[in-house]
T-cell receptor, first 111, second 116 residues
Framework: EPEVTQTPSHQVTQMGQEVILRCVPI?????FYWYRQILGQKVEFLVS????????KSEIFDDQFSVERPDGSNFTLKIRSTKLEDSAMYFC?????????FGPGTRLTVT | AQKVTQAQTEISVVEKEDVTLDCVYE???????LFWYKQPPSGELVFLIR??????QNEISGRYSWNFQKSTSSFNFTITASQVVDSAVYFC?????????????FGSGTRLQVQP
């Protein structure tokens, strides 16, 4: 069964460094998303991407964040200058219509 | 603004008991979707069900059933004859669709512990 994959599973970085989180959505899906979950809290929407552009973004998704679909398969989230409060699990999701299927997540730890 | 409330933070049951997880939502949209996701201890988010605002039929899938009531803005989830493998955090989520938005708004989750 097709699934969303994410790499790396765990990333440790120092405050101020740039990180890129990678996702491979399900191949025939059209919509792509990033969410985050701070430890023990609820899942929060960051951004959605459709037709090679951002279709929605939340207040969390400020200028420090950017997304890209550099080729036909990958979907990336870049955080330019990480802060301690960026430490969270980051989930990528994709959908063809309404059900969003999530990847296993990347745990980002900012020290 | 949209909101999803899962008032039960944690529920503990003994195997084979039935358990109902509550979800109450707020939205001004007439078209919306409701979802349930399961997050087992391994951390991934597993899609369970989607319901649109025009379909109030209850749904049953094996030991799982869902009760959608627009009159009370609720979308409750019942597990019949619970099993240890049901232990997880369960999230209810809402997607408002009047303006074509697709972002999911999640509730804070209910942690279900099923004791053997």
């Amino acid at each position: 069964e097709p699934e969303v994959t994410q790499t790396p599973s765990h990333q440790v970085t120092q405050m101020g460094q740039e990180v890129i989180l990678r996702c491979v959505p399900i191949s025939n899906h059209l919509y792509f998303y990033w969410y985050r979950q701070i430890l023990g809290q609820k899942v929060e929407f960051l951004v959605s991407f459709y037709n090679n552009e951002i279709s929605e973004k939340s207040e969390i998704f400020d200028d420090q964040f950017s997304v890209e679909r550099p080729d036909g398969s990958n979907f990336t989230l870049k955080i330019r200058s990480t802060k301690l409060e960026d430490s969270a699990m980051y989930f990528c999701a994709s959908s063809i219509r309404d059900e969003q299927y999530f990847g296993p997540g990347t745990r980002l730890t900012v020290t | 603004a949209q909101k999803v409330t899962q008032a039960q933070t944690e529920i503990s049951v003994v195997e084979k008991e039935d358990v109902t997880l509550d979800c109450v939502y707020e939205t001004r949209d007439t078209t919306y979707y409701l979802f349930w996701y399961k997050q087992p201890p391994s951390g991934e988010l597993v899609f369970l069900i989607r319901r649109n605002s025009f379909d109030e039929q209850n749904e049953i899938s094996g030991r799982y059933s869902w009760n959608f009531q627009k009159s009370t803005s609720s979308f409750n989830f019942t597990i019949t004859a619970s099993q240890v493998v049901d232990s997880a955090v369960y999230f209810c989520a809402l997607s408002e669709r009047d303006t074509g938005r697709r972002a999911l708004t999640f509730g804070s989750g209910t942690r279900l512990q099923v004791q053997p």
